[in-house]
């Protein structure tokens, strides 16, 4: 496929390694976080650590946006899903998202509850087009990638007037969850974690632009390179980071150019901005109470808003105590730390979010990294 | 491509030999051709072609420059 197969250009990807590992003093240490699943799961897929300079090290961040949902929110999607005549519309991810007690969309459809998968948020409204008589929910998850597309099923909705189509509003902010990392006892008190620099996410950066990093560039001192997906693309992002930091430096530079505008998408953000509105405070897997990091339907949509039609109550619950997505997700351990990974959690019967999507760090590690593992092990 | 109310702009995107009908309200520039980057059916931006070739041929240089770095060495 066109930008993509030439970004993956074997020869190209092992100059690139070399000219990292050259640059890299080998004396130091650069600690990268990458903040999105999509990077997460390309580092592990082109076993792209394998490629870096031992003084390099990527530490995976909590943008898969199904591992950040929290077990009170999946709870309340379940009890929603289960009142009669509710139709639960969402993401197919999402379905097999532990709650607590073992519970999950898929396991409430099994035992009867209407939850059906869709490709699209247009594939719910067209689900309450033509069933009038059912109550059809958006369980609506993401960051701002997946934001539009829900404010624009709700404009639609609005506009046809449909009485039938609500929706559960679980969308949360990236720059809000980067701040918190950087906040954390972890990093600024602790030292369990060290972040010399963020690779910026792609699809992400796409609607919201590069602007809204320069904060963390000058506040916090860290330099974010926004880049795509592909191998070349993330090796390109380590190399303009290890050069920064080199030189001293805490930039914001965009390696992902051919997709990310300064501005981002302005159409889209406007549209957003119309719908939506900060939430105080939103619970997010791992990370808590993060201030100022969720999204809510603004009182001029309130006829959409599944929170308010139905009283959805939701009760923060705790996670699989043996589970580790928590930690993973704040960058403090990894996937092989935790005594479930490959064991009793697999991408079959997945324990933790984490081992839910392919962008989550345990299931990214399971289906790339486990056999590198041993493979180093034995060498 | 198909629709006149720009909420329902949507077209016909090649996945590498699949075709999808995808809603392109975010990109009101795209034209017959363009290539788009596409989320959950919604095309988010227009490839930058030029941008993309440009940055290409730096990573190009790069590997060139190393290779003939590697060839006077031996
Ligand atoms: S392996 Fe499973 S239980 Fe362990 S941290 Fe990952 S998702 Fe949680």
Redesign the interface.
């Given at each position: 496929?066109?930008?993509a197969d030439?970004?993956r250009d074997a020869?190209?990807v092992h100059?690139?390694a070399?000219?990292i590992a050259g640059e890299a003093d080998p004396a130091g240490s650069y600690h990268f976080m990458e903040f999105c699943g999509g990077h997460t799961h390309a580092i592990s897929r082109y076993g792209i650590e394998d490629l870096l300079p031992g003084s390099l090290r990527l530490i995976h961040g909590p943008g898969c946006p199904v591992c950040v949902l929290p077990v009170g929110r999946i709870d309340a999607a379940i009890r929603l899903a289960e009142r009669p005549g509710v139709t639960l519309c969402t993401?197919g991810d999402v379905m097999r998202v532990p709650g607590s007690r073992g519970t999950s969309l898929l396991r409430a459809k099994a035992a009867g509850a209407d939850v059906r998968m869709i490709?699209?948020?247009?594939d719910a409204l067209a689900i309450a087009e033509a069933e009038p008589g059912r109550e059809v929910v958006l369980f609506a998850i993401?960051f701002e990638?997946?934001t539009?597309?829900t404010a624009?099923a709700i404009?639609?909705a609005a506009?046809k007037g449909l009485a039938n189509f609500t929706v559960f509003c679980n969308h949360v902010l990236t720059p809000a969850a980067i701040q918190n990392i950087l906040d954390s006892p972890e990093l600024r008190h602790l030292g369990r974690v060290r972040i010399d620099g963020f690779i910026g996410p792609a699809?992400v950066s796409?609607?919201i632009g590069t602007e809204p990093y320069s904060f963390f560039a000058e506040e916090f001192e860290k330099p974010v390179v926004v880049a795509g997906f592909e191998p070349?693309d993330v090796l390109?992002a380590v190399l303009m980071l290890v050069r920064q930091v080199n030189e001293g430096r805490h930039e914001v530079e965009n390696?992902y150019?051919?997709?990310?505008?300064r501005d981002g998408?302005r159409?889209?953000k406007v549209?957003v901005a119309e719908i939506f509105e900060l939430r105080k405070s939103f619970e997010w897997r791992g990370l808590g109470l993060v201030p100022y990091s969720g999204l809510r339907l603004k009182e001029t949509y309130a006829a959409f808003d599944a929170e308010r039609r139905f009283d959805v109550e939701c009760v923060s619950a705790p996670d699989n105590p043996a589970c580790e997505c928590g930690a993973i997700l704040r960058g403090v351990k990894r996937p092989a730390d935790c005594k479930l990974f490959g064991t009793v959690c697999t991408p079959e019967t997945p324990m933790g979010s984490c081992m839910v999507s392919a962008e989550g760090a345990c299931a990214a590690h399971w289906t790339y990294g486990r056999f590198r593992d041993r493979a180093r092990k034995a060498s | 491509m198909s629709g006149d109310d720009p909420v329902l702009r949507s077209g016909k995107v090649d996945f590498g030999g699949v075709a999808k009908e995808i809603n392109l309200s975010y990109v009101p520039e795209a034209r017959v051709g363009d290539h788009v980057l596409v989320h959950v059916g919604f095309a988010l931006t227009v490839i930058d072609e030029a941008e993309a070739a440009r940055v290409f041929a730096s990573l190009q240089e790069i590997a060139g420059l190393d290779a003939a770095r590697a060839e006077a060495e031996r």
């Open positions: 496929m066109k930008f030439e970004y020869r190209l100059a690139l070399a000219r993401y490709y699209s948020t247009l993401g990638t997946t539009p597309p624009l404009r639609r506009q699809h796409t609607v070349l390109q390696q150019g051919r997709a990310v505008r998408n159409q889209a549209e | -």
